[in-house]
Each structure stands twice: as structure tokens, then as C-alpha cells.
């Protein structure tokens, strides 16, 4: 799950290096044509299946509801989406309302062309678009969310600034990420699995190491809990939350645009 631009002159980490962040826009774009076709299976692989639960935990955090056009940035193949649709819909059908709109956004076409290839619900749309630059009118959106792929843009304090202008007064913010293991035996194994197995499996899988060698540093390049949290309140949003999947490997960030 990709996205993507920046201001020219700026660095931004890519993996273990910085790099001009306008070329971090081309080279995580290359990433993502890579692993698109596989990328779900790798999620599977990479997480023994656990990235699942953590959805599931962030739809529920979100909550969507009837008549709500939530946006997902950085959507990739749909897998939030597809929760968002059919939640909204459950809820929807318990107490009626309007149909729900979700919206999947992803920098990445091949991404898109992949989850549309997996099928949506009646509720969803794909387009291909930047966090940096949402398509999107000013306080447009009930609710933002972006899972697994903040930490791929150029800029996070602008993509953070970016989801603020686009959601409503009392919209929601929501932010999945893999994060930093609380516990030092669990980083400790956590390190392990990642930089040892999870290029390994890429190579076997997907026949491209380099990618999830990239995808393994850019996780530990980003920034811790108390860290992130402190960014999303910089943007503007209120009562920051931060709840620890998996004693930390991965985070779910709320916050709400008051």
C-alpha cells in the first residue's frame, strides 16, 4: 500500500537510507508494482495470518456507519474496505439509514488493478490518487483511515495535514501501523523473524528480496508510538489515541478532527 509526492529539496527515508524524496516517490512506486500481485498472499505469509485480526480490530475502532463516506488511503487491494462496506451495511440494516460510501484510494494503479480484480462490495470505489494531494474537497470525509502505508510516503506530517483538510468537524482519523514491540524479548524475536525470514520468504514467494528488504527497514525507520502520536496532534487532531496490537509489532492511532 503506497503513496506518494513531496516538496523538491527534501530528503525522506527510504528502507535504511534517505533519499530526495521526490525519487522516494518513484522508488516505493517501483516496490509496489512488484508486489502487488502477490502482496496479499505475503501478507499472510510475513504475519502467520495476524494482519487479519489487526483489521479486524481497526474496522471496529473506526465504526462505520450508515451514510458515512469513509475514505482509505493507501486501500491497496481493498481488504479495509471491504470490512468498512460490510459493517456499515450491518449497521445499516439494523437501524436503516443511507448507504455508506467507501472510498479506495491508492498512489499505486497496480495495486488498485489488483484489488479490483479481487472483487468489492456495493459500497466501494477505486482511484488511483496521492496522500500528498487528496482529490478530495476541504471537510468532505466522516472518516480517514490509512493501514500499512503512512510510513511509505514522502511526507508524514503533510499526509497527516492532508487527511485533517479533507475530514468534517468531529471526523474520525484512523491509522494502522506496524510499530515498535514494547517488550525487548518480543523486539528481539520480532527482529529476527523480520530481517532473517521475511526477505527470505519474499525471494521464495514473490522472486524479489530487495522489495521486502525495503519493506522490513522502512518499519523500523518509523516512528515509534509516542512519537507518531505526537505528529497527529501537531496536524490538528484531538484526543490522539494509541492502542498496541501484538505488544507493539503494530499500532492502531485514533484521533479526531475537532
Not at 106 to 135: C, Q, R
Not at 144 to 154: A, E
Request: proline content about 5%.
Amino acid at each position: 500500500m503506497t503513496d506518494a509526492a513531496s516538496p523538491s529539496g527534501k530528503t525522506s527515508p527510504f528502507g535504511f537510507r534517505d533519499v530526495d524524496a521526490k525519487e522516494k516517490v518513484r522508488m516505493v512506486r517501483g516496490v509496489f508494482d512488484s508486489v502487488a500481485s502477490n502482496y496479499d498472499l505475503m501478507n499472510d505469509l510475513m504475519s502467520a495470518g495476524v494482519h487479519r485480526l489487526w483489521k479486524d480490530a481497526a474496522a471496529a475502532k473506526l465504526n462505520p456507519r450508515p451514510g458515512e463516506t469513509i475514505l482509505d488511503v493507501a486501500g491497496g487491494t481493498g481488504d479495509m474496505a471491504r470490512r468498512y462496506s460490510k459493517m456499515a451495511r450491518a449497521a445499516q440494516q439494523r437501524r436503516g439509514g443511507d448507504d455508506a460510501s467507501v472510498i479506495v484510494l491508492d498512489y499505486n494503479a497496480e495495486m488498485i488493478m489488483a484489488g479490483v480484480h479481487k472483487g468489492g462490495e456495493p459500497e466501494m470505489s477505486w482511484t488511483v490518487g496521492d496522500a500528498m494531494n487528496l482529490p478530495l474537497p476541504d471537510a468532505s470525509v466522516d472518516a480517514y483511515s490509512i493501514s500499512f502505508g503512512i510510513r511509505n510516503v514522502s511526507d508524514v506530517a503533510g499526509a497527516l495535514g492532508e487527511a485533517r483538510r479533507v475530514l468534517k468537524p468531529g471526523g474520525r482519523f484512523l491509522c494502522l501501523e506496524f510499530s515498535r514491540p514494547i517488550a525487548g524479548p518480543i523486539r528481539a524475536a520480532y527482529d529476527a523473524w523480520s530481517f532473517h525470514a521475511i526477505p527470505r520468504i519474499g525471494e521464495w514467494v514473490a522472486k524479489d528480496r530487495d522489495s521486502y528488504q525495503y519493506l522490513v527497514e522502512s518499519i523500523r525507520r518509523f516512528p515509534d508510538q509516542p512519537t507518531f502520536k505526537g505528529m497527529i496532534e501537531a496536524a490538528g487532531f484531538s484526543r490522539v489515541t494509541v492502542s498496541n496490537l501484538s505488544g507493539g509489532v503494530a499500532a492502531i492511532h485514533h484521533g479526531w478532527a475537532i
